[in-house]
């Protein structure tokens, strides 16, 4: 395992407004989210809403191999400017990993195409059972079978994404919902996790079996190759032939211009 | 076979700006597609980007099951407000071709995700074949193992689409060149078709294969069911248990607004 | 709707030898579904593992689109020959439901490449809810979100299946376990659905909601275009070259003979 | 990257009988595979048709952590016990690469559940050009776009196959045929690798660009965790409720023997 640098975004309000969240998360969720990363041997960095730029800058951005996206109550805050930049990113390459009420965010719908928001919901504080439908995918690995967390918001099908590339855990939830918690997507040369655990006022972060998923998740979404800005297939110039072509005499419409 | 009640959109300016493509779609683009799907028992409208709204009017997307859309050298020039209702009513279920150059339209890059208008291109003339990959799909019917056409402005790979739900068709071009020609994707309720076949500069909506394909498609992408808005998931309240809770003196936290 | 031409296979081994079986299924499993499909206009046959060839002659399975197989306690009983003659038909194209514990057929085993009898398994007429993960998808039509089963048997992850194509229907037990319970794959020319509910002891394929799907997916699985052998690829001959080529003096070697 | 132990198989008929292609590969075309993956710090053994149980015996077959199969004259001398233990152990997690005429094996066969032998194909030493279609595919790294094949049998659409899980590489041929050169398929928890290039008369595996692949395709299907054969999921005794279930009287039907 190499080390992956590691950006975990976090639109850290819920911690600062409601005290018995604080306690659960006295660094902000983003902040156990780096301290078992950082334990894990990886370079990690974390970024807020309340920062210029979102704390997204070009700077943060070009040293992010993966990004870890945590939002709530604030997903229409999100620049559209920043959100541009992270979805060039990923097209490019970096990894991106979007947590429990992230599904509602702007760059998930963005990824994703459809309106991910829609869910069903309830926050009882029921338990969830997250069962692993694909025992050797690399974000499975060290979970036996399944992970018990005692208590957690309920999200419940449909949930309305595309068709994941590839699906990992299911969620079972008391009240007798489904939910498709660990689903894998590729776009462009990035890759994106999407796993549902993590309610703001349960502990689920510092339970162990999710931080593994976690850690996995970032070996999995973590650059294959260099990160590319994607214009090496020249876009704005034709193509040579490889083969020889038949000549037919055609002329191209010089008159059509300003070509795609 | 029903009738489906089909809007056809086209840019509509090389047929206006340039006389050589003018005399092979006399109508424009539009025109020809709407002949030969009307003449299939459908219901037909066309739309054009010249048009207040680019003639995408609630009165016209709310009388459409399935859209098509070819769009090259003015994708620009496509509102955002009418990109996000046609977005709306796509993942509501209603169907979606998108045409040729219309790869690069804000529509397709919308549903995919991706920078969609990253491939290699060429315009030179020369020949396509068309392999059908699945000759049991839908959309495949009636075309035997393969398309020749004669002249076509070459797609090359890699085309930076998410991997399609269903891979229809794959294009040999004559200069060594492959691409992912037809491709399936579903957005919500809603059936999206990428078709490659179709620069202006030749006759390639008149080919007689062509037109079968793009018939097919519309059954293909014709909604499911009724078009559904979608909020049927109830996203703003939350979603009683359906199997009765163990109680654990749970309370939510009150003090988080503004849910989902 | 046009009719199609449905064979239900069943074991038939339960409903005989168990009284309060018989009681639920009086004319067996494939009786109960032979009605329900004939009322909606298909026209069906049944055969079962007793009759020679198990009912599945060259005749029978001549004059069957689609095949629904229902089989439990005798999966070794059933004749590789004739596992064979089925797994020809459904990759020449005619559609194949497997129901409930017929996912350790030798049939379904065949089409998936994968050992699918494993799953966790429980049988205490615990409550399984149905949830509809893409309610677009011609299976779920007319279906509202959910299926309630008051009793099942339970069927849990993981379930050694090949990632499906599509999947439709996610399951939910009481006891805490989920389940992929409808799953379409395609094979060859044909599609194949398995769909878990139906355990023997209680009177699912009774249930409206069961029956509407099974509907459904007779139509879904029902071949698009003829039943063809699948040689029209021409596999013992070599194919012609379409476009000219170069010539290279290249010799095959006539030495390397039986070709494929 | 850690070394991976390596059995590379070969039906080693043609080396054999024809000189031209013994001069090309004077160990056999499994000679040449050994010696370029032992040269990047694999384990490599191999394994051909004339050995006892064609040298996959259990204790081969046990040190094995990938398996390269190459067979084109002699499929049917496969033994079925063999085919059936190379199966078991991919199915518990071994990975798998099918290279060229290998498309047609029992065991390719009985992982993709169809006809794979049905293709195009023709002997003619034209050229193919292979494209990448998932640049950040770990198979793909370190090939920039294409790799040119100067001679090879042409192998074309349709390619009788499910779709595949990944699809990594296209083939274009100089004859005006495509294929869906670079496949991947996850089958329980073993990876399968499908790569269509290497036609014994040609030196195409002393390519280094076709070696690259090769390299990578090692590393990709190599096992996530330990090989496991299986029965993790307890599939002969039922798995006790992890949620208590409401008493609902019910007695499992004890005259209903031979579960599952």
Redesign the interface.
């Known amino acids: 395992m190499s080390a992956v640098r590691v950006t975990v975004w976090n639109e850290y309000i819920?911690e600062v407004?409601?005290p018995?969240?604080a306690e659960i998360y006295p660094e902000g969720i983003h902040g156990c989210i780096r301290d078992f990363l950082q334990e894990a041997g990886h370079t990690v960095q974390t970024a807020t809403l309340r920062q210029p730029l979102h704390g997204l800058t070009d700077e943060v951005l070009d040293s992010t191999d993966v990004l870890i996206w945590w939002g709530?109550?604030a997903h229409d805050k999100v620049e559209d400017e920043v959100v541009e930049r992270v979805w060039q990113r990923v097209?490019a390459?970096m990894g991106l990993i979007v947590l429990h009420?992230g599904h509602?965010s702007k760059i998930f719908r963005?990824?994703?195409?459809?309106?991910t928001?829609?869910?069903?919901?309830?926050?009882?504080?029921?338990?969830e059972?997250l069962?692993?439908?694909?025992?050797?995918?690399?974000i499975a690995?060290g979970i036996d079978?399944?992970i018990?967390i005692p208590?957690e918001e309920?999200y419940?099908?449909?949930?309305?994404i595309?068709?994941p590339?590839?699906?990992v855990f299911?969620?079972?939830?008391?009240?007798?919902?489904?939910f498709?918690s660990g689903c894998c997507?590729?776009?462009?040369?990035?890759?994106v996790f999407y796993f549902q655990p993590g309610h703001?006022?349960f502990p689920i972060y510092h339970q162990p079996e999710i931080q593994q998923v976690i850690k996995n998740a970032v070996l999995w979404t973590a650059?294959?190759?260099e990160i590319?800005p994607?214009?090496?297939?020249?876009?704005f110039t034709?193509?040579?032939?490889?083969?020889p072509?038949?000549d037919?005499g055609?002329q191209?419409?010089d008159?059509?211009?300003?070509?795609?």
Chains 1, 2, 3, 4 share one sequence.
């Open positions: 819920h407004e409601v018995r969240i709530h109550a097209v390459g009420s509602a963005r990824v994703c195409g459809t309106p928001g829609y869910l069903r919901w309830r926050e009882a504080g029921e338990q059972i069962w692993v439908v694909e025992p050797s995918h690399p690995q079978q399944k018990i208590n309920m419940g099908e449909r949930f309305n595309p068709a590339d590839e699906l299911l969620g079972w939830f008391e009240g007798g919902e489904v498709r997507f590729h776009r462009g040369r990035g890759r703001e006022t650059p294959q190759g590319n994607g214009t090496e297939e020249g876009n034709p193509s040579p032939p490889i083969m072509l038949r037919r055609y191209a419409a008159e059509v211009h300003s070509k795609k």
